[in-house]
């Protein structure tokens, strides 16, 4: 592979031995792929080299002005013992998306790929075995650039790095408890919230401790301008059951497009639902659960995969979804996403890719 060097470390760490302990994120593998750019020299000497610290200007630009940007993906051990990714080029093609909107030079999405499935190959042995767990794989650019000013930054450096990882959730397949955040935003139209900008979960983070200190997973977002119409929780795109309507909010700019989410719309209308992207107001849902005609909800996204929900709080009202536990819709989709993944079940997307 043209520029593309591997040094492989000489301190191999120990590799968990309880897979059903792995959580999420806690846990790094041995290797990862770092490459910088310079202002004209371009993208130069990627390496996949031993995971170890970074060294940053006190003045680099990421740390003043957050310009960072990143990708969730995973890749799963199949049951015919092949490494698999899901939809690994749409992942690259949203990565272009913000590197374009945070104004980072752009990458080669090919040599992006070429040079993931290098390093998911070097690490194999970390790809955990059981059901219900992969390897996350975090891509990310960052400006380093020695200088204070608002302006781009003239240096950047662009990494992987890879985490065995479980549920993302404690609950695992179980129904999640969302709050309806009713004061803070998280994203306008014009703004960042189409792309994975680092600064947009900064600024989640308060509705998020105060969810938490209620006894809520995650925090569902409304739209920044009228304060009334869904947008998404802050790790999921989200999906509602109405009647016999699937509804998910439009992407209206503010939204981030989930490759999840996407897939999840191709194969309910592979399966013949009534699917729509549209505006939803937090009335409208509120009123489909009082009247029992919400039977459905649930979030979808890289690192939860499909997660049900099954209570839901805004303002000082609660309300159940459905009878509060996992739907049929939700089931389904879960087991056939996960199917594809893991390899059990046929692919006809053609959305698995093979790691050779």
Partial sequence: MNNLTIERTTAPKAKP???????????????????????????????IQAYQPISLWPAASVLHYSQS??????????????IRMFRPTENFKRFAT???????????????LDSLCELLKVDQDWIPRARGTSMYIRP??????????????????YMVILSPSGAYYKEGLNPVKIYVEPRYVRSVRGGTGMIKAGANYAQSLKAQEEAEAQGYTQVLWLDGVERKYIEEVGSMNVFFV???????PELSGSILPGITRKSAIELLKYWG?????????IDELEAAARSGNLREAFGTGT???????????????????????IGAITQKL?????GIQYGTLPDPFGWSYIVK
């Fill in 17 to 47: 031995t309880d897979e059903s302990q792995l959580g999420f994120g806690q846990v790094f593998s041995d290797h990862m792929l770092i490459m910088p750019y310079n202002k004209g020299k371009g993208w130069h000497d990627a390496k």
């Fill in 303 to 325: 690192a939860a995969v499909v997660s049900p929900i099954g209570h839901m709080k805004y303002g000082e009202d609660t309300f159940i979804v459905g009878d509060g536990n």
């Fill in 98 to 112: 913000s590197c374009d909107r945070m104004c980072v030079p752009q990458l080669d999405q090919q040599f992006e």
């Fill in 140 to 157: 990310f650019v960052i400006a380093c650039k020695n200088f204070l000013g608002v302006h781009p930054a003239d240096d950047y450096l």
């Fill in 69 to 82: 940007i990143f990708e969730g993906m995973k890749a799963y051990r199949a049951v015919d013992g092949t």
């Fill in 334 to 338: 879960y087991d056939e996403i996960t």
């Fill in 242 to 248: 109405i009647g016999d309507e699937v509804v998910t």
């Fill in 273 to 281: 639902y009534k699917v729509s992207e549209r505006r939803l107001s």
